[in-house]
């Protein structure tokens, strides 16, 4: 039973392929830092029952047809599956496994991350990393930003969430002991608010508010914003001039989903102005990227911080994507339990 | 009644100043970002009854002698008072302000950020800056840090703090819900542990355990360190090439307090090894600041993530102590509560 593995995914999964003896494995043997090349893999595909990939392997016609009729499961270790042609796997009747969850608290951590960072750093690293330091005197709002936290009672936070799904309400978690006292969230604007779940979590977090608004409210209501819903056309420059118009001078804005949520050219020059709106920007995900360049008016932009999409990037996290994704593909071979499979009903 | 100010406080605290007509006030007129000419002081002081100062102000015999008899208070806008001699100000009778508590949030704040950063950044900012994102293929572990959150309720965390004061509590608040099961401080050895404020935490934060350690177990055992004790003679250098030795490959270490408190040779040392030990530092100050040039062996190093000092750099917090530095000169003026006073009483 050839098993092929696109990238060296670490001990643990690795691990628990070799734990079942029926299993050939064929790891690519190249740098863990390249993408196993095409040609090797159409080549070592063929006859393989299972085949481990990443975002950066297309699963196409063209791989699957290369596997041949032996072939009965991909395993991606991803949350998404952008480079799978569902409709190719589904009518195959393969089964297709793929890693989401797991990731949740880490890209909770890098938005607070992130929000800190869009407030607070100002500049403050590449200052330091210039040997600049001793040129910045104090003064009393030198390298000042909109603080994150409360600093008494009587005061107010509201996070805004364009998202809110699993990812959000792990980093709402995090913010309450900042002080939050006001949650807003959008989403799917087809699908009505969860008036219970929003009742539970308002309770549970005592908080004065939560509940489900418009864009606009959200832009405008909003002391720190998190982008955290789905990409593709439905959501393309959803944070776009309009919408930053509308938010506070001392708001920051994050975007941990995808990159094409937020329109980059508006972006910029929004806080590029003479009175920026909003105040900062921490970014995980940039459009068109890793093609961004240190021209990109983002990058020269001092207002923003990038960082060069690492969310999930724990030796935790990425553990355990692998090993769910070694999991997926020894349960649909060894007719166990598949922990995360996309449901391909539609196209089979 | 003339009051120098020394700088520029924003228009909160002046407004405050303003308000009581008997008050002459004379503002430093330079620019905000130069500490006042001395000579300037010197001159302008004579006579007056009070003078709001920051940390790079020199209040010595020579500024007091040259007010002369009328001065009535020293106002500093600042928690740390290094640079007020208080055998003179106490030998004169004078009363003296200072600003503390009010910084805590907002030090807490960069507490989390430089722990996440310690951890996530790894170089990332300083590859998008470069422009250098795209020369960055994606593999299963890079970029990776250790995770500051559990990812699972069976996992366990440890926070240590290094001074288990305001700050380290409120930094342990935000810490919570990233899933510290765990805390272990370290203080002053002459002090014993105060058994019943530890439990009364402990059971707040629902931990397994609190509890007062010696540096050596502290070091050991800590998954994330926040140095937070006072600086001096007493703290010098005690995080050395000894205590870092101990440390996991797995911890980070946050400095928000001294930069006397870790020797700067010994951390780029201990980062900058085949097996780094611990995986990364987040510095908000750094022994001999701001003079630490690209050259300063931390600022070369990757794993070194350092700001210039601005824990306490929030809109909100900046114009707190200023207020309070205003509501500590008018209350010892006119026979008001001052707010946050030094006790001189053994200089008197």
Same sequence: chains 1, 2.
Avoid at 118 to 125: D, E, L, P, Y
Avoid at 303 to 327: K, L
Wanted: proline share 6%.
């Amino acid at each position: 039973m050839k098993v092929v593995v696109c990238r060296n995914l670490g001990e643990d999964a690795v691990g628990i392929l070799k734990a079942k003896k029926e299993l050939d494995l064929v790891v690519w043997p190249g740098p863990d830092d390249k993408a196993a090349d095409r040609r090797w893999l159409l080549e070592n595909v063929e006859g393989a029952v299972g085949v481990i990939v990443m975002l950066t392997d297309k699963v196409d016609d063209e791989l699957l047809d290369a596997a041949g009729p032996s072939l009965r499961v991909v395993s991606t270790m991803s949350v998404g599956y952008e480079h799978v042609d569902l409709k190719a796997v589904g009518r195959r009747g393969l089964k297709l496994g793929y890693t989401p969850d797991v990731l949740t608290e880490a890209v909770a951590d890098l938005c607070i991350m992130l929000a800190l960072m869009a407030s607070r750093v100002n500049n403050g690293v590449s200052i330091v990393q210039a040997g600049t330091w001793r040129d910045y005197s104090w003064k009393p709002f030198g390298f000042c930003g909109p603080q994150l936290s409360t600093t008494s009672p009587s005061q107010t936070r509201t996070a805004g969430f364009l998202g809110f799904g699993r990812i959000a309400q792990a980093t709402l978690r995090r913010l309450v002991p900042f002080g939050i006292t006001h949650v807003l969230y959008s989403g799917n604007p087809g699908s009505p608010p969860d008036s219970e779940r929003d009742a539970a979590l308002q309770t549970q977090h005592n908080l004065r508010e939560l509940r489900k608004v418009d864009l606009k409210e959200l832009a405008r209501e909003s002391d720190v914003l998190f982008v955290l819903a789905p990409g593709g056309p439905s959501t393309y420059h959803v944070v776009n001039e309009e919408f930053l118009r509308e938010m506070k001078e001392t708001a920051v804005l994050v975007n941990a989903s995808r990159g094409t949520l937020v329109d980059s050219e508006a972006l910029a020059e929004a806080l590029g102005r003479e009175r920026p709106r909003p105040f900062g920007a921490g970014l995980d995900v940039v459009e068109g990227e890793p093609n961004v360049g240190a021209e990109h008016p983002l990058v020269k932009e001092p207002r923003c911080v990038i960082v060069p999409h690492v969310a999930s990037a724990t030796f935790e996290t990425r553990t355990a994507m692998a090993t769910r994704a070694a999991y997926n593909l020894v349960g649909a071979l060894f007719d166990e339990p598949m922990p995360s499979s996309v449901d391909l009903s539609s196209f089979q």
